[in-house]
């Protein structure tokens, strides 16, 4: 994926301290699984992006696998395990063919940072969920953190600030800006990412910006399309991320 390749290099300045974000996620993750599926080892992350949550978990024991659209962002995260000293498997993959990509018997399958309404139709995201339920091992379980599209206003020119990072005697000033289709009012929406790279010796500086879509779809749409694809057990949990959380478990007795 093009916006992906190209914010590769860019993408820890998304958090104030990547590091610690890496832990603290690692750490809230462990907390969410330990309470819904005790025991539960084996995790497939099929939208790692550059290694948020799976270098988090993997830091707390857990085997993972993790595969992402961007080879860019998986060869970021290749490295990143590898200077951590973290053996996990990854691979150039789309989530709508995990199970053809990485087989069956796993304890969980994660997919977090709203990376599912990269997904623009129902249709395709029913076809993911489906994917991750036969990842499965039957009992286990199904991890996704997303916006909270219900609270998100629809418009135009709508802009999401980050702040600004210094690093490498640079400063980086990080803002989205949002447009809805339907004159604003639509489910769907093209997001331009923009990063300002000034050069605090010099004064020079350059923009750049990264541009994709999304599908503003709501929990309860994604719990229903869950809950169509097999997974049983499906809710909503708040306040135990930095994302509302949806969860949904492959049901026990079920053999494929």
């Not at 139709?121 to 199904?142: I, K, S, V, Y």
């Not at 953190?145 to 210094?166: C, F, H, M, T």
Request: aromatic letters at 10%; hydrophobic letters at 40%; one cysteine or more.
């Amino acid at each position: 994926m093009d916006f992906y390749d190209a914010l590769t290099p860019l993408y820890h300045l998304i958090y104030p301290n990547w590091q610690h974000s890496v832990q603290l996620q690692g750490e809230q993750l462990d907390q969410i699984i330990r309470s819904q599926w005790p025991a539960h080892h084996s995790v497939l992350d099929v939208s790692c992006g550059i290694g948020t949550q799976t270098l988090g978990l993997a830091q707390r024991g857990y085997a993972l696998t993790a595969s992402d659209l961007s080879p860019r962002e998986i060869e970021r995260a290749r490295r990143e395990a590898q200077q951590r000293g973290l053996a996990v498997n990854f691979s150039v993959a789309d989530m709508r063919a995990a199970h053809s990509v990485h087989g069956t018997g796993f304890d969980l399958v994660l997919s977090c940072d709203n990376s599912v309404p990269h997904l623009l139709t129902d249709d395709d995201l029913l076809l993911a969920f489906q994917q991750f339920w036969a990842c499965l091992r039957p009992g286990g379980g199904c991890v996704l953190s997303v916006r909270d599209y219900a609270q998100e206003a629809r418009g135009s020119n709508i802009v999401k600030p980050y702040g600004a990072r210094v690093q490498d005697g640079k400063r980086h000033v990080l803002f989205q800006v949002w447009d809805f289709d339907q004159g604003g009012q639509g489910d769907h929406y093209d997001l331009s990412f923009y990063v300002i790279e000034d050069d605090l010796a010099s004064g020079q500086a350059q923009t750049h910006v990264m541009r994709s879509r999304y599908y503003a779809i709501s929990t309860t749409r994604l719990c229903e399309l869950m809950a169509q694809a097999g997974f049983e057990n499906v809710q909503r949990l708040d306040g135990v991320f930095f994302q509302p959380v949806l969860v949904g478990t492959k049901p026990a007795r079920s053999l494929i």
